[in-house]
């Protein structure tokens, strides 16, 4: 039986008059795959940077691997991350890049470097471990990323806009680690994206953000049969404010 890996409850954030998230309640547990969906400006990368431990709440509470939103050094370690526009050092090796964050979770030297060299494997990234990673494509970028985000072998994996920018290739290649980290690991995988293809074929639930709030929540087939349409893009353009632009 999966287990219960995060819970927000009523949770927001202000940022002096306004509002980014207001009131956001969800489940999510292990071998989820739940897509963040909503216009610009909903709150999703704020109600990621709050469950992050990033940003804290003004309001409302959550717990993430079974830890409460005081415990946030906890949280930390038992979290991945791969944020929009993530930066790497051009200069480092993939291999010297992911072999650095094992050492800074306390791996040993010998250790971290198994870990560097078992999660480039994982992203198909082996054959260009030793080459600088200012030579890598965006999309080679983008797995490193996600390599990074599972260095601590996470029980939540939050991935902010991992196929932007991607051609359908790096596209593909990004969605089959989605899926690689839901079922092989285990782990419950949040993604934010504006790419509602992408959420079809990797996600198993779905939350739409409009103006902050969470406007409904559920497996896309739900959704979409709620909204009495065909397609899970006319339920977003139904269900939020880009249906009356």
Do not use: W
């Not at 010998?110 to 999660?119: H, I, M």
């Not at 994982?122 to 970028?141: D, H």
């Not at 490193?144 to 932007?164: C, M, S, W, Y």
């Not at 896309?220 to 397609?231: F, K, L, N, S």
């Amino acid at each position: 039986m999966a287990s219960l890996t995060v819970e927000a409850v009523e949770l927001s954030k202000r940022f002096g008059e306004r509002e980014a998230v207001r009131q956001v309640s969800f489940v999510a547990a292990s071998g989820d795959v739940v897509g963040l969906l909503g216009p610009n400006g909903a709150g999703k990368t704020t109600l990621i940077r709050l469950l992050t431990t990033v940003l804290r709440p003004s309001g409302g509470t959550f717990q993430v691997a079974g830890l409460p939103a005081t415990a946030a050094a906890e949280i930390r370690r038992r979290v991945g991350v791969l944020p929009e526009s993530a930066g790497y050092p051009g200069h480092q090796t993939g291999e010297e890049y992911l072999r650095y964050f094992a050492r800074l979770y306390g791996r040993s030297r010998a250790a971290a470097r198994v870990v560097a060299d078992g999660l480039l494997a994982e992203v198909g990234l082996s054959e260009r471990s030793g080459t600088p990673i200012s030579s890598y494509s965006r999309g080679m970028r983008q797995r490193l990323g996600i390599a990074r985000a599972l260095v601590n072998d996470p029980t939540v994996v939050f991935l902010d806009e991992p196929t932007l920018g991607l051609d359908p290739t790096g596209r593909s290649q990004v969605l089959d680690l989605v899926g690689t980290i839901s079922r092989r690991r285990g782990a419950t995988v949040l993604l934010s994206t504006h790419t509602l293809p992408d959420v079809e074929r990797a996600c198993s639930r779905v939350l739409i953000l409009d103006r902050g709030r969470l406007v409904v929540s559920g497996g896309i087939d739900e959704i979409i049969a709620a909204a009495r349409v065909e397609r899970l893009s006319d339920a977003f353009l139904a269900m939020t404010r880009e249906g009356s632009v």
